[in-house]
């Protein structure tokens, strides 16, 4: 996964630095948390860690994961049921129900289907992801899944600590202050 992400943070990033190296998009959750200053409660939201996993750390020049980046896709349902009322013969073949998570690790990438190994691309020499080397690394497959699964219960502890509807308590003017200093509100 390429997806360019452009940060606007004025007096805590500098204005026009390029940084390439991969971030999981993850990350971007726990930015915003650094940005609000103050966290919502919950036993799996560590403010240690939130802020070790700011970008702003990744803009400065530290790496606190390493080189090592996390995806999920999670089949929206509206894609899903238009598949089930036009064609149902695909979704099995195509796997559409299937959650599909990815981990990126120097220059190789682990796709994981319904929690197994499917796929594994050293991107260096295959960056269009054509040759498919899973069989023949078995040992990178072992240590990349093992890093996959770590990542994978981290963020499921963080979804579960933040339900939907669950209400923050924030300051009003503060946020709306930060929220300006950002740039989304003038």
Request: hydrophobic share 40%; proline share 8%.
């Given at each position: 996964?390429?997806?360019?992400?452009?940060?606007?943070?004025?007096?805590?990033?500098?204005?026009?630095?390029?940084?390439?190296t991969?971030?999981?998009?993850?990350?971007?959750?726990?930015?915003?948390?650094?940005?609000?200053?103050?966290?919502?409660?919950?036993?799996?939201?560590?403010?240690?860690?939130?802020?070790?996993?700011?970008?702003?750390?990744?803009?400065?020049?530290?790496?606190?994961?390493?080189?090592?980046?996390?995806?999920?896709?999670?089949?929206?349902?509206?894609?899903?049921?238009?598949?089930?009322r036009?064609?149902?013969?695909?979704?099995?073949?195509?796997?559409?129900?299937?959650?599909?998570?990815?981990?990126?690790?120097?220059?190789?990438?682990?796709?994981?289907?319904?929690?197994?190994?499917?796929?594994?691309?050293?991107?260096?020499?295959?960056?269009?992801?054509?040759?498919?080397?899973?069989a023949?690394?078995?040992?990178?497959?072992?240590?990349?899944?093992?890093?996959?699964?770590?990542?994978r219960?981290?963020?499921?502890?963080?979804?579960?600590?933040?339900?939907?509807?669950k209400?923050?308590?924030?300051?009003?003017?503060r946020?709306?202050?930060q929220?300006?200093?950002?740039?989304?509100?003038?």
């Amino acid at each position: 996964l390429r997806v360019p992400l452009l940060l606007h943070w004025p007096g805590k990033l500098p204005a026009g630095q390029r940084v390439a190296t991969p971030v999981s998009t993850r990350r971007v959750y726990h930015t915003m948390l650094d940005a609000a200053g103050s966290l919502p409660d919950g036993p799996s939201l560590d403010a240690a860690e939130i802020r070790g996993l700011t970008l702003r750390r990744t803009v400065r020049g530290a790496d606190p994961e390493q080189g090592t980046a996390y995806a999920e896709v999670i089949p929206p349902l509206n894609f899903v049921r238009a598949i089930e009322r036009r064609r149902p013969e695909l979704l099995a073949p195509f796997r559409c129900l299937a959650t599909r998570r990815a981990v990126v690790h120097e220059s190789w990438k682990l796709i994981d289907v319904d929690d197994r190994p499917d796929e594994l691309f050293d991107l260096q020499v295959d960056p269009g992801e054509r040759h498919d080397r899973l069989a023949e690394q078995p040992a990178r497959r072992a240590a990349m899944q093992a890093a996959l699964e770590q990542i994978r219960r981290r963020v499921e502890a963080e979804r579960e600590d933040l339900a939907a509807g669950k209400k923050l308590v924030l300051d009003d003017e503060r946020l709306l202050q930060q929220l300006r200093g950002l740039g989304y509100v003038d």
